[in-house]
RNA sequence: GGGCGCGUAGUCUAGUGGUUAUGACGUCACCCUGACACGGUGAAGGUCGCCAGUUCGAAUCUGGCCGCGCCCA
């Protein structure tokens, strides 16, 4: 890095200094936001309400960066919709995440070689909650520095005692309705974490294993058997038949007959059901009804096989009377093992063979899942699925991108039930009692005093606690107060918008849906925004597990939350996956320096007690073509960030922003009004600069507000304003500014000049210092008027001393140092031009040759004369003409290339 | 195995039937110009994955193929 220039005495007032320091100013407007309360919704609101909930992180961990991103997307439209005037109530919480959380501490317990199953309950508790108590603090600390604009006074609890009422109610309303019941079923057991979860909670894997051809000899004595293929020989003691398909021929012979469990004295039947893959293996498969969801929808076809116990325990273990003594005790890996070595020695293994298959995994302990039969709770979800799919399919809610829709329905189509049963400590338990006198079950929100069938005392609780979705499916409304009517719930819900990420669609966003519907009759939100998905610069989606997601308060301290904020949403679309990186961070730090620089620019032009620009300049004949020119491009960028915001495209308003305030105040507009503003153009074209730069300005700090607030709300105060605070000032309407379609074209005309005379100076080799003259010739009515208005802007911005009437060279003078435009020709007086400007007109000509030739050929097509509307014919009829005519001008400028060169 | 999505300069990306294909990062050249070198000015860089089809006309629509990603079983 160069060292720095010898500082000039600055003209900026003190007050400002050069460089924005994120981490006080980020801190003071943090501060006196949340000492000021314009973030706590009011409780008798004015205008239409406008509600977000958080999606309340877990405790399992603390904030990522993933979560900044839908922070920062929330607190956009939050702060957005604040400043439109809505009574807005965004608000925190914080989940309790049950399994997820109990396995955390476990892990975190047996880094102190503590085991966790082994702790008395009230300990498994403590350390639970001393676990919560530190990220929670975490999560606050993370949340207040990104400046969320969250209403801390309704924060709420997955656990505390009204999520803990709200959730019994649900319970017992769904369980009177009938859509809550117990029963035994094949479930997802996790033998790690010792507790059923549900299909969500599961994932599968392609995995290597080993395909054994057994062969179970007849029962009768007779030679051979039936073969049966299977990965699992460990649970052949579990075996109650062996099936083939009906229509199967190989098999036909067999059906009716009997076969001998390999190593074991049972006698099972061979059957026939429908449901058997012929394709796989031979055919016949071995059927264990306790271990297999197959397996057991054959059983219960085939009511007279047994259903015998299940032969692991739920460590997985082989277990129990129908397992030989050898055998007992071991886990799955080590059974099979001893099993196959077994059967091996024995002589029923006939083949064995590598075979990849899928395996389904605990997502929280990643242990191989056991199908395993047992007693769970279960939600009929799909009796609840009904008007969300409507409320999706008519637009009531809308999902935004609205591609997830599919995904969405197909989901929502193929619902099962929802085992809601947990075997863990760390959950809401389940409010049902079980009669000790007559065995009822009584669901109650409050424990039961007498039992309703046979009046007895005496309960024995069930033992098991909810899936933690089971609390999160009623955020919306359960963090208001239901199911009491509470003023919140009356006037906060529904929910305007959720925020999230789509891995939890079906987990969180879809049961969020069902329960909206199922207990307060209404949609929980009318439109869900699911953002993307961050990924490092080597393209790997961040999480926790890699390792590779940057801690958010590290880049906090390092850039301040407001470039975090703005890089997350730009330059990356909000809603795809994209990656997130040094540069991407350090893209949003430089755009708000350069904003901080345009501030303090603006502050030096300003005279003390200058008044705020509450409404825009009016201008008058005279006034300054970049002045209107200005005026009418804000608020072209104002019409275009409402349509955008509206939308829910975040990444398209901050691109708006960002081109707005650097290529057009900064690059543009200030160079151009430069002059005026220091005077050289008169007291009047001063004060009307000034003005046309403070109005467009502070406008524009309200806009980019939403976005990167304390930036914002420090430039507004270091400059004239009226109003407390940017966070509740009013949001622009591009009404404010005059529509003004001849600024806009004339600066067109103007910009190409200015643009044009740059390339030239570059590419002829002019020094960066020098000032050559040229010369110009417009070449359309309208040009030669505005070109020669602008003179002043033509040649300080493009950097020429003057611009003569156009004149052919003289000996001594470069001739190739030309270009040719659509509305002008230019010349730079110069002794000799480097070879590229020769050679970008070159260039230039064969582009515009080629475009001519293709656009003539399409206008030689009678199908294209005939078929294309008359005004795509007659522009592409223009364009020749123009073409022509440059081309012709290029041509006609061209002397013998080496006259006037030494 | 099923479904969904995506392939546009080195990288990321805008663009849903007629544009001289957008912008950013990176690269190269010049420049510390009275806000900003976290900056300015200029430039180079693309057969819009491939093949067919529809159409007067395709980056854009349809089909197939190839590659990548995600979800589900």
Redesign the pocket.
């Known amino acids: 890095?160069?060292?720095?220039?010898p500082s000039?005495?600055?003209?900026?007032p003190k007050e400002i200094p050069?460089?924005f320091d994120p981490a006080e100013v980020e801190a003071r407007w943090q501060r006196a936001w949340a000492e000021a309360g314009y973030f706590r919704a009011p409780a008798d609101p004015k205008g239409a309400a406008f509600t977000i909930v958080l999606p309340p992180p877990n405790v399992t961990g603390v904030l990522t960066l993933g979560h900044m991103l839908g922070d920062t997307v929330q607190d956009v439209l939050a702060r957005w919709h604040r400043m439109r005037g809505d009574a807005v109530l965004w608000l925190p919480g914080l989940d309790h995440a049950g399994l997820a959380t109990q396995v955390a501490v476990r892990r975190h317990l047996a880094k102190e070689r503590i085991r966790l199953e082994e702790l008395p309950r009230v300990e498994v508790l403590s350390a639970i909650g001393r676990w919560k108590e530190e990220r929670e603090a975490t999560i606050r600390a993370q949340t207040e520095a990104g400046g969320f604009s969250v209403d801390w006074s309704r924060y709420r609890y997955t656990m505390d005692e009204a999520s803990v009422r709200a959730t019994r109610e649900a319970f017992v309303r769904l369980f009177d309705a009938g859509l809550i019941y117990r029963g035994e079923r094949i479930v997802n057991w996790d033998p790690r974490l010792r507790t059923a979860i549900s299909?969500?909670e599961?994932?599968?894997r392609?995995e290597e294993a080993t395909l054994l051809y057994l062969e179970y000899p007849w029962a009768d004595g007779s030679p051979g058997g039936i073969v049966v293929a299977t990965v699992r020989p460990e649970t052949i003691f579990g075996d109650v038949a062996v099936a083939v398909h009906p229509d199967d021929e190989r098999h036909r012979a067999a059906l009716g007959r009997t076969v001998r469990v390999p190593l074991t004295d049972r006698v099972v039947p061979v059957i026939a059901d429908a449901a058997i893959d012929r394709a796989f293996g031979n055919g016949a498969l071995k059927v264990t009804p306790a271990h297999d969801v197959l397996d057991h929808e054959i059983a219960v076809r085939h009511p007279e096989l047994p259903v015998p116990p299940s032969i692991l325990d739920e460590e997985a273990r082989l277990a129990g009377d129908l397992v030989p003594a050898a055998f007992r005790g071991l886990d799955r890996e080590k059974g099979r093992a001893a099993v196959t070595d077994a059967l091996e020695s024995a002589g029923f293994v006939r083949r064995k063979e590598a075979y990849r298959h899928?395996v389904a995994r605990s997502e929280r302990s990643d242990d191989v899942i056991e199908p395993r039969l047992s007693t769970q709770w279960f939600v009929r979800l799909p009796d609840l699925a009904p008007p969300v799919v409507e409320a999706v399919r008519s637009g009531a809610i809308r999902l935004h991108p609205d591609?997830w829709e599919?995904?969405f329905f197909?989901?929502m189509e193929?619902l099962e039930d929802w085992c809601i049963s947990r075997q863990v400590v760390w959950g809401h338990p389940i409010p049902v009692h079980y009669c000790e006198s007559c065995g009822a079950t009584i669901a109650s929100v409050d424990a039961p005093q007498t039992c309703p069938k046979c009046h007895g005392a005496r309960f024995r609780p069930d033992p098991d606690v909810l899936d933690t979705w089971f609390t999160s499916w009623m955020w919306p409304f359960a963090t208001m107060g239901w199911p009491e009517r509470t003023g919140d719930l009356a006037r906060y819900y529904p929910t305007s918008v959720l925020v999230t990420g789509r891995?939890i669609m079906?987990f969180w966003v879809a049961r969020m849906m069902m329960a909206g519907f199922r207990f307060t009759g209404e949609r929980p939100f009318s439109h869900v925004f699911f953002t993307g998905m961050l990924r490092d610069d080597t393209?790997r989606?961040m999480s926790k597990h890699l390792g590779n997601s940057p801690e958010p308060l590290d880049l906090i301290r390092e850039r301040g939350a407001d470039a975090l904020r703005f890089a997350l949403l730009y330059?990356?679309?909000v809603d795809?996956?994209?990656?997130f990186t040094a540069?991407t961070l350090?893209?949003g730090?430089?755009f708000?320096?350069?904003l901080w620089?345009?501030g303090?620019?603006l502050l030096?032009h300003v005279p003390e007690g200058a008044a705020a620009p509450a409404v825009a300049p009016a201008l008058r004949e005279g006034s300054a073509l970049e002045s209107r020119w200005i005026l009418a491009r804000w608020r072209e960028t104002t019409r275009a960030l409402d349509a955008a915001l509206e939308s829910f495209e975040f990444t398209q308003a901050a691109?708006l922003l960002l081109?707005f305030v650097?290529?057009d105040l900064?690059?543009r507009y200030?160079?151009m009004a430069?002059d005026a503003l220091k005077g050289e153009r008169g007291e009047r074209a001063r004060t009307e600069a000034r003005e046309v730069l403070l109005f467009v300005f502070e406008r524009t700090l309200r806009e980019l507000h939403p976005f990167v607030p304390h930036v914002t709300e420090e430039l507004w105060h270091a400059l004239p304003h009226e109003g407390e605070a940017l966070a509740v000032a009013r949001w622009p309407s591009p009404a404010e500014a005059p529509d003004d379609p001849v600024a806009l074209a004339q600066m067109e005309i103007l910009w190409d000049g200015?643009?044009t005379l740059?390339?030239l100076?570059?590419?002829s080799g002019v020094?960066?210092?020098e000032l050559p003259a040229g010369t110009i010739r417009a070449t359309l009515a309208e040009s030669e008027a505005i070109l020669g208005d602008q003179a002043a802007l033509l040649t300080r911005l493009g950097r020429v001393a003057r611009l003569d009437p156009w004149s052919e060279p003289s000996p001594g003078w470069d001739p190739r140092a030309r270009a040719v435009t659509?509305y002008a020709e230019y010349r730079l007086v110069i002794e000799a031009a480097s070879p590229e400007a020769a050679e970008?007109l070159a260039?230039e000509r064969e582009?515009?040759s080629g475009?001519l030739e293709r656009?003539r050929h399409?206008l030689a097509?009678e199908?294209?004369r005939s078929?294309?509307?008359a005004q795509?014919v007659a522009?592409a009829e223009e364009?020749v003409r123009?073409l022509t005519e440059r081309i012709r001008r290029i041509d006609g400028g061209a002397e013998p290339a080496t006259s006037g060169v030494p």
């Open positions: 890095m160069l060292p720095r220039r000039r005495e600055p003209l900026m050069p460089r299909n969500l599961v994932v599968h392609e899928s591609r599919r995904t197909r989901w193929g891995d079906f393209g989606k330059p990356n679309p795809q996956d994209g990656p540069a350090e893209g730090r430089n708000l320096t350069k620089n345009l303090r620019l030096s691109t081109q650097w290529h900064a690059d200030v160079e430069k200015i643009r740059r390339n100076r570059a590419e020094p960066a210092t659509p970008g260039r582009k515009l475009i656009t399409r097509d199908g294209f078929r294309a509307p795509v522009e364009k123009e």
